[in-house]
């Protein structure tokens, strides 16, 4: 049997289509989860995909990380459940407090979509063990609150323990600390990017299929397991 | 001071004094057309029925000065051309049958002056009025296009219109997860005090689930959801409780609100989900969107397009200002809100999938026997009329119509006198002059603010010469569009101008490999009250039909946008033409742009 | 130096989709009895003595607020 | 009903861009004499009397503010 990834859905979610195709591409069970179900539906590992849940009026993620589904993501990480966030889905889980640090405004003030080069900081985690360390891969941006911080020495801790996952590299595009495109959580089972590998799963539709590395990885770990 | 029962203008009270003075020229009635009206209803009209009289016999929604010319499209649609076409002029937007059982429907529509108001609202609400035009057909919304026109790149108004248009544009869609797939920034002159924001969407659905809308089967409910009702972009409609209620402060103080209406695209998201959920699971007979004239369009296009009556209790409408009159709730402009006609078993299953979604739900009415609408407030009648005659038998006009005395002079003046470069230096100089222009530098400062990859079907989108989305993910099959117009060439000729438009689209559509299918248009003009005005639009009008035929496409839906000058002065002629293609297989589309491959081979066609 | 607030709120009558999403979502959040909840822009000025009131006024109105959808406020506080 | 303003601003040392973008473009205008500039949210309430400062308090840290990247003052406004 497939290992089965669950796709969390907030109102306002909108990559949640993109998320689950990409664990279908990535031939595992794609499981739709609704923020008001207190359930993860037993899957392996979980996605929670990009968008502006609830409009992201307050800050982005802030009201997400309240709904029931995110309390059961809470308890299943602290066990070890592979979770992934990707862009709105990162804010998520630094409101949640599942990653530290937090995502605010770009430096430019724009929303900012186009094809970003990002260096693989850390192949050791559940989502990245695909990647050569230090590959250089092309997968799409599209945010307007994009730019990672966090206080020092949140910083140092993150840089001195690898946990910097993802880098921009040619040009910081909304001037996120230290170049932070991605991070991961201690364990390595927590991963959080700005950037959407889930738009670059075919060449037709995006510009590369280097982002499908990241679905392979959780299943080369949850085979592993 | 809130309204009272007492004061409501109801049908008795205007029956009974039919010699009171009511502001209908403020209104932007004509003294012939509130004749008309007194004539239709055998009576003066209540407030209520006055406000919705006025704004639904407005320019923007009875085409009373274009309709004559608009017509020509029908005629010079033959059968063949229409061998696609499932839904046409007419209908919310224009529906075309694309093979592998899909529908695609799409439509441009403008949002000029709330633009030039309030740049960042008034762009959002207009990609969010498109998309719920599209939502109405039962499709799901798939992606969004914004041809744009701008004053000079270096005028002071532009520095305030442009960045907060595009941000508008960008904030809205891309909070609604639709990839934006193309567009035009155009400068010129004659935009400055009028920017041009127009809004095309293109959605898609199985084609036995097309859903046009009517209020048909009595006792059917009519269910209002979505946002709730404010005093949102009713500016005209105050001078109602002012003049009719001199003592009322509530009516002279709200004069003087903008009639800005702010977009919650958050919202709207919810209610795309919503809807679609809604006709999935069966539970509506017809949905239709709250657009410019709010529920006085909604009930009387309802009613008008079903075979009965409709009753609305206007007092159940959820409301977010105390005190909105009648007139007020019916012309209310707010956002985010939808009508649905639902049978009384339904209405149950209706409210569980709105609050699935959190999305408010009430019902507001029924239909009737007989052919009445008839609104109630609090048990007095306030609106009492045939729909049809508010919805669909406004004025027409019959404008007059002349060639500019300029028009020969403007012909005359040719570009032969202009200086040329005369030497390589000089035609270095001149290209990179060319290509640092406004009008052909890149757009990448604009198309960076839209998300052109979210649901992950974008096949081309900015750079290339149309936008192209794959509908089908198992067959590949998909639709391409492009929206083109030079205002320029419209001005110099306006018959060939609109040609060249539709020739630009349809060549840009079949460039990519997809075969042109339909059109649909989006016709920015100055003062229609101006004859060499109306001149152009009708030799538009007339230019895109006869196109249309000799190209064997038909015009499947399109927008009119009047009164866009600033002072006298109009703008350029722009009728911006869309045209949709369909290609059977995506991945067999041919790209923008040279040297993809090493050792292509460059080929010139035609002349 | 002074230290000028100056609070800009969405007006009355216009729509405010994000004070609503707050208030929407504090009784999910357990709190209860916010009756409603209106989010707005707080500008926090650093200005050189000689900046009049009449200036402040000034650049709230023209740049700070938007007057077609925002009421503003321009407050001078003492430290 | 009581009425409650809460100002959140971003913390001293996290770069502002809005609040930079402002000061950068006042003397452009023709506003001089603007030292500084910070940008952050200003929140309106209507509570119930019931609303005690304890329940404020954590309305703003768990929600209002995030406390990674904000401060944030409670006031009560007489009315
Ligand atoms: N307002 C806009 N919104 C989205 N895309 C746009 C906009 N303006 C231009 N584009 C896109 O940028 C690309 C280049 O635009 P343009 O130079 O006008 O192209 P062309 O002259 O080939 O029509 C095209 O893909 C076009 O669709």
Redesign the interface.
Known sequence: MSPRIGVITFPGTLDDVDALRAVRYAEAEAVPLWHADADLRGVDAVVVPGGFSYGDYLRAGAIARFAPVMGEVVTAAAKGLPVLGICNGFQILCEAGLLPGALVRNAGLHFVCRDQWLRVENNTTAWTSRYEQGAEILVPLKSGEGRYVADKSTVDELEGEGRVVFRYVGGNPNGALDDIAGITSANGRIVGLMPHPEHAIEALTGPTDDGLGLFLSVLDSLVAA | MTTTEQQVDTVEHAAATPDLAQPYRELGLKDDEYTRIREILGRRPTDAELAMYSVMWSEHCSYKSSKVHLSYFGKTTTPEMKQHMLAGIGENAGVVDIGDGWAVTFKAESHNHPSY??PY?GAATGVGGIVRDILAMGARPLAVMDPLRFGPADAPDTRRVLPGIV?GV??YG????LPNIGGEVVFDKTYAGNPLVNALCVGAMRVEDLHLAHASGTGNKIMLFG?RT???GIGGVSVLASDSFSGDESGSGRKK??S????????E??LIECCLELFREGIVVGIQDLGGAGLSCATSELASAGDGGMHVNLETVPL??TGMSPAEILSSE??ERMCAVVEPKDVEAFLRVCRK??VIATEIGEVTEGDRLVITWNGQTVVDVPPRTVAHEGPVYQRPIQRPATQDALIADVPDSLPRPGSAEELRATLLKLIASPNLCSRKWV?????????????LAQPADSGMI?ID?ETGRGVAISTDCNGRYVQLDPYTGTQLALAEAYRNVAATGATPYAVTNCLNFGSPEDPGVMWQFSEAVRGLADGCKQLGIPVTGGNVSFYNQTGSVAILPTPVVGVLGVIDD??RRTPTGLGAEDGETLLLLGE | MARVVVDVMPKQEILDPQGQAVANALPRLGFDGIASVRQGKHFELEVDDNVDDEALAKIAETFLANPVIEDWTVRRIES
Do not use: H, I, M
């Open positions: 108001v309030e609202q941000a960008g904030g891309n909070c609604l997860g946002a404010g005093l949102d609100l903008p800005v209406q702010v977009g919650d695209p958050f919202t998201k919810v977010r200002a707010s956002q979604w959190d198309t960076e603010q839209y998300d052109r990859y979210v649901r992950g079907n974008t096949v794959r993910e995506v991945s």
